[in-house]
Structure formats: structure tokens, C-alpha cells
């Protein structure tokens, strides 16, 4: 993933993310961990408008897990991010709520 697009995502920049999302960055994935720069987002909270943003330049990333096997709505509920959860859930196609992860959990279960 391009360096400065996961560096403002990290950092919560969402102006500097909206102005840094192309379909190539946002479709390669960190090597070591195989997240997408929707699964930063969901990790640090990213409003809706930027998931949406992540999502139509990379729909195929949607549901696509990690090295965990976990996806960005699985992330968004681990850490309580409502918000993205909810923005991941009314994209549409929605995500899907359904796969586990490496540990056999759910999204709900890892928002429970």
C-alpha cells in the first residue's frame, strides 16, 4: 500500500485520505500482513464517507481477509468502531457478515 495513504489513515487525516485514494493504492496490500487500506481504516475508525471512498475504488477488497483472517467490518467491530462498521454493513453490495476468522469468530462475535 502506498506509504502516505496508510500514514494519513493511521494518523485519522480523512481530508488527505479522500485526496490520496486511487485504485492503486487502495488495492495493494501491506506484504507482512495483507491488509488493505480498508482494513487500516476500519482499524482506526475512518467515517463513512472515507469507507465508501475505499470501498468503490476497490469493491473486490470488501471481504477480504487479512493475515488473521479477519475483514475490515470483522476489524471495525473489534474496535468498536460503530460508525465504520455501519458505513462497511450499507455499502452495497453490503459486507458480509457471515465468514470467521483464524479463530472461528464472526464480526458480531468480535463486537460482542
Do not use: Q, Y
Request: include cysteine; aromatic fraction near 2%; proline fraction near 4%.
Amino acid at each position: 500500500m502506498a506509504a502516505r495513504l496508510r500514514g494519513a489513515i493511521c494518523a485519522g487525516a480523512w481530508d488527505r485520505v479522500d485526496g490520496l485514494v486511487s485504485l492503486e493504492a487502495a488495492a495493494t496490500e501491506d506484504v507482512a500482513s495483507l491488509r488493505l487500506a480498508l482494513h487500516w481504516a476500519a482499524m482506526n475508525g475512518a467515517p463513512a464517507r472515507v469507507i465508501s471512498r475505499l470501498v468503490d475504488s476497490n469493491p473486490a477488497g470488501l471481504n477480504k481477509s487479512d493475515i488473521d483472517g479477519a475483514t475490515a467490518l470483522m476489524i471495525a467491530c473489534d474496535c468498536g468502531h460503530v460508525e465504520t462498521a455501519t458505513a462497511l454493513l450499507r455499502c452495497d453490495p453490503p459486507a458480509d457478515a457471515e465468514p470467521t476468522d483464524a479463530r472461528g469468530w464472526t464480526a458480531l462475535m468480535r463486537a460482542a
